[in-house]
Nanobody
Framework: VQLQAYGGGLVQVGESLKLSCAAS????????TGWFRQAPGKEREFVAT????????YYSEAVKGRFTISGDNAKSTVYLLMNNLGPEDTAVYYC???????????????????WGQGTQVTVSS
């Protein structure tokens, strides 16, 4: 499976941005696909994930209510709509996918098997 993340860029505080993650080599069925981010000097952190079976979504407390994860299985693409962005959202955003990830592990980056290359999001004040 190869993941291609794109859509990052430079925005102002309060603006929105939509990231996309396209997969090749396998569809997302029976997968859990999510977004993580890593800011300079910080560890990679969970942002949001979607379980394709059932369409369940999960968010970190930092982004809940502002970000929305969605997916199009026919296009093998996952999206992350980010609203009301703040400087704290500045990071490299990575998409990742994995199979058979149990619920208690969905926020654990080590549970995901395949990773995209990352896309930079910079929020300027």
């Amino acid at each position: 499976v190869q993941l291609q993340a794109y859509g990052g860029g430079l925005v102002q505080v309060g603006e929105s941005l939509k990231l996309s993650c396209a997969a090749s080599g396998r569809t997302f069925s029976r997968q859990t696909t999510g977004w993580f981010r890593q800011a300079p000097g910080k560890e990679r952190e969970f942002v949001a994930t979607i379980r394709w079976s059932g369409g369940y979504t999960y968010y970190s407390e930092a982004v809940k209510g502002r970000f929305t994860i969605s997916g199009d299985n026919a296009k093998s693409t996952v999206y992350l709509l980010m609203n009301n962005l703040g400087p704290e959202d500045t990071a490299v955003y990575y998409c990742a996918t994995g199979s058979s990830i149990i619920l208690s592990n969905i926020r654990n980056s080590h549970a995901y098997d395949y990773w995209g290359q990352g896309t930079q999001v910079t929020v300027s004040s």
